[in-house]
């Protein structure tokens, strides 16, 4: 007979450690799930493919994505919290103990948080599959200082903080960096949006959209397509990297709890409360507003502390 957890907390990013220190903290044994390169992120979440976080409180001069992530699995860890490194393949949410099935193993928890975040998005465009990590990426601070970029021209899709940030970070390598956009006007915060408009390598190309990637063994042009004239064109480029945003990780869920048309588990206005009684949702995996470590932290704190309160009634109900 399996042991019936307390509580299991899926996704080890900034929302699943948080609300891991705050139910070890409260005496719930608390067992995590951080995941196995799932969706082609390292545990530890979004910021493991950063460089400096330099708005999380408490790190006046900024600190490393990598480190911050350490840092609060250490912190969990201190005060209790079992991590098991392994991706969860699917729930079954219909009553009460839970069942989660991940690596082949089944585990049983009273009450559940979901904060498995969300994965970088791609174009699907002809060519992409074939030249994926041969000149494609998306994630230029982890594979832009890769030999094959240097001192070429490297193109980055999408007008968003990512985008900007990777543009910025790839200046570093290439000899210039164009970025497509596909409206004429950005999302990026104005800050970001100043950083890139200065910056001499930076070219921007407003209204325009991938069509294919074309090479025979790595990246070497890109079909691109002016959409307010339908003027078809050839970009000659060494290096691609998608920051066109993200999808919530929410497939193993497979009908158990409501999701948006997006995927976005769907939680009650100010709670982490999902669909489903003693499951509870927190950080990008239901967040497509704020999406920052600092928010996502702090809707798992609120899911820790409303899990608790569930177990205690459950308590009580058992007496
Ligand atoms: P994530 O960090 O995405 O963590 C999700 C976790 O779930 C991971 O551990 C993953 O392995 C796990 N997981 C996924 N699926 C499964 C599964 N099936 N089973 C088990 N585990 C699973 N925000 C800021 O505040 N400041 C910044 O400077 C900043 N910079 C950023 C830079 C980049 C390049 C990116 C991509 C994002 C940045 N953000 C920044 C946003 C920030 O990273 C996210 O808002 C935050 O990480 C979300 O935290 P999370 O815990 O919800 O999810
Ligand atoms: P965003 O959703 O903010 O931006 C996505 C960008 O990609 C938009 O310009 C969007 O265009 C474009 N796009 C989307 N789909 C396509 C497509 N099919 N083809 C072409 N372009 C496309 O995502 P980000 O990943 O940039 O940022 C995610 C979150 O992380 C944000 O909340 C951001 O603020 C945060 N973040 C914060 C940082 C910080 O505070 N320092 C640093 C990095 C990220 P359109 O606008 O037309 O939809």
Redesign the pocket.
Known sequence: MNTIENIIIIGGGPAGHTAAIYAAKALLNPLMLEGFMAWGVPPGG?LTT?TE???FPGFPEGVGGLELMKRMRQQSINHGTRIETITVESVDLNKNPFKIIAGGKEYLTKSLIVATGAT??R?RIPGENKLWQRGISACAVCDGGLPIFREQRLVV?????????EALYLTKFGSEVIM????D?????KA?QERVFKHEKITIMRNT??LECIGEKVLEKLKIINNKTQEESTLECKGLFY????QPNTEFLQGQIAVDQEGYIITEKGSPKTSVKGVFAAG?VQD?????AITSAGVGCMAALEAEKILEEQREKEK
């Not at 497509?180 to 409206?183: A, E, I, M, P, T």
């Open positions: 979004q950063t976080v330099e708005n970088a998005k174009l899709i999408g007008g968003g903080d990512v985008a900007c940030e497509l956009v596909r409206r006007e950005f999302r990026a915060s970001m959209e991938a920051a066109i945003g993200h990008d497509k507003v704020y999406r920052q």
